[in-house]
């Protein structure tokens, strides 16, 4: 389970009301030609996927979509237009998931902003979360996503069961939680912008995560945390900014925490300027109540971590561990891995 000082308890909802910007719509267009059916705002999505065969290429114009969509079959839906934000599809209804993908389907996203236009609560167990999300992507579902931004939801992206995820230069910010992987699903991210969310990624129970570029941004608490047998690997990502609202709930807010048996690479990153340490692992020797770590870190490459514990809560411990930045010559704050 994880640490309730990092999750903040389980109802998270003082933190969790998200003001979603309006984003202009764009008059220019990208080649439709393999469209199997294009469809105009006020026209059903749902009702086209109902009807399409596996394989169909489903085109929306720019404008907004108000619908929630569940999707069991091999599909492509694409945005047609020069970005994400011209084509936005937005669930207002009560609780559910502004897109649900799942059985063993296989989608193709491009071009599209998912998002969800209300207040929400949270709640986050060691068995359960009871978010709304932006995309769920559940089952043995696979989903490409390319140029999709996921906005203003519970969870941006929330992959459970045996799904597979790849994503390339997509966003998830202002949710909750940017990324919440659980159970066995492998995801992996090519350039991915996940910032001004409450917590950056959450990777748990044996779900994978591969973050290759991008970066981990200005998230209000968290930036990474990976629990349970979870794994993950950071290859050129930019982890910065994380846990700007920690200070006044006395709570510890890292670039990148590791709890339980997880595993975790670090490879030719760059973490910096976080609240409090830019890597840890959660023991007491990090400041937290109890220990709780068994996994493994490594280091690969060159990797930069530097400028974090802008809280100054931590730089009296130093760098606990043997690893590259435990010399006395290293300001305290920045590695705590005992």
Known sequence: MFEPRALGGLN?????????????????????DDCSVTLSPGESIQGAIDRASPEDVLCLRAGEYDEALKISKPITLRGLGSSPGAVKIRW???FDHTMRISGSAEVALERLTLTKAEQFVCWVRADEI?????????????????EVRLEGAGVGLLAQGSSVVEMKDSKAAKNAFGVFAEGEARLRFESADLRENSFGVVVRGSARLRLQGGGVLQNEFDGLKAGGDASVVLESVTVEGNGRECEERRLICNGVTAQGK?????????????????????????????????????????????????????????????????????????????
């Open 130 to 146: 009871a978010c709304s999300a932006a995309l769920l992507v559940e089952d043995q579902a696979t989903v490409t996503a390319e």
């Open 92 to 94: 207002t209804g009560d």
């Open 262 to 338: 997880a595993q975790l690479t670090l490879k030719d990153s760059t973490v910096q300027k976080n609240a409090d340490w830019g890597l840890s692992s959660v023991k007491r020797a990090c400041g937290y109540p109890r220990d709780d770590f068994e996994g493994e870190v490594r280091f690969e490459g060159e990797n930069t971590l530097e400028g974090n514990d802008l809280s100054g809560h931590q730089a009296q411990r130093g760098n606990p561990g043997d690893h590259p930045w435990s010399g006395e010559d290293v300001p305290g704050g920045q590695v705590c891995l005992p």
């Open 12 to 32: 998270l909802k003082a933190v969790l009301l998200v003001a979603l910007s309006t984003v202009g719509t764009l008059a220019l267009s990208v080649p439709s």
